[in-house]
């Protein structure tokens, strides 16, 4: 029974806006995502109550329930280790520093499930989240465009001090790029999926490659090199495995090319940004050739990489614990005290920090779980005859996720409030999608 009456229109609504809410959150700041976070969970424990827990757990599910055990677990043994090694630090950050934080980690198990839920029984309106996608997303452009031009954006925020690169409304946090390239793509399966009736969708020829370039520039002029490699790879494999995208494929190259020769030729910031980027990349190679991590010359990340490896060997059955990395990578026994770069906060690839946070044995977990959602999302959906098959809407999430997972790529921390809400929110979407016995997309 419920808490408090109400209809079944308002909970759609309700709970499709707490979760259209999230892209807006992630530009107002890890504080209002969290908001954001814990309101959604609590609503849905105050209506649905022991509901909320009785949705049928997949393999996915259990897997997922035993990877935050082994957090929990993790974090309290390594409070007692780093206790017992080092009382001073131990009192400096507390005695149970690590295992608040796996306690408090917990809050994305349960977001995953209240999706999950939400999902199942047909309470979410996905409309609502793709077109907040694509409105934030164009919002996001539109504000480096300004700060591009008038040297500040429309909340005052300038650029970085180089210059080379532009953060629009995240102000120093350089991450615009990032936040395009995640989440406009449901710009592109908006229009098909919710506005296939209307003009929007008669003219979409016209309105595609506009907006292509919109968000071609605003990855550009923001600096940020990854995103917009990322970027690329995940249009491509939409245009590969879509069919109905193909269309597009010399278009997109040809705008694609032409874009990015003007920028390169006319803007010296850009230019400057990718020769930059090519010359690491080739200083990268002469590294791994070499195996001469401590030179001068040698870039940080890959410093930040190596440090990875002594760090794990300290853990490497079950982990350091959360956010631990920064510890024990000054403790290692092969660290260089007369070298200027020790250690950094994480080592800035999702599977190395799986490994030195949850050790081995986290790894398997997540490998395990990846593996199992590209089979229920991707292989089923492309190389199977499923019921889901002819769901669209599940599209955007499957490439989202597995250019999430991508393995060869510098990345923010793993266990950081933005980066763990967006692969949490793809994830429970796409497994919810997928997991259902047929198609949603009429519905909406």
Known sequence: MKLFSTTEKFEKNYFSCLIALLPISFIAGNLIINANIIILIMSAVLLYRSQLFSIKYFHIDKLLFIYFALIIFTGIYNDIEIRQA??????FVGSYHTSIKSFLFLKYLFLYLVIRFLIQNDILNLKIFFIICSLSSLFVCFDIFFQFIYGKDIFGYGSSFSGRKLGGPFGDELIAGGYIQRFSLFTFFAIPLFFRDTLINKYKNFIVPILLSIFLVGIILSGNRMPFILYLILLSLVVLFQQQTRKFFFPFIILFSL?????????????????NFYGQINKMQTVLKTNNFESRTTPL?????????D????NKYLGGGLKNFRYYCHVRDNIDKDIKFK???HPHNYYLEILTETGMLGFFIVISIILLVLYVSFYKKYFSKLAYQ???IIIPFIFLFMIEIFPFKSTGSFFTTGNTTYLFLILSILVGLAKKDISIENKF
């Open 86 to 91: 080092n009382v001073g630090y131990s009192d």
């Open 259 to 275: 874009i990015f020769l003007f920028a390169f030729n006319f803007n010296a910031k850009v230019k400057n940004n990718f020769i």
């Open 301 to 309: 990340y890959l410093k930040e990489f190596h440090s990875f490896y």
């Open 311 to 314: 760090t794990w060997l300290m």
């Open 343 to 345: 250690c950094n906060m």
């Open 390 to 392: 002819e769901n669209n």
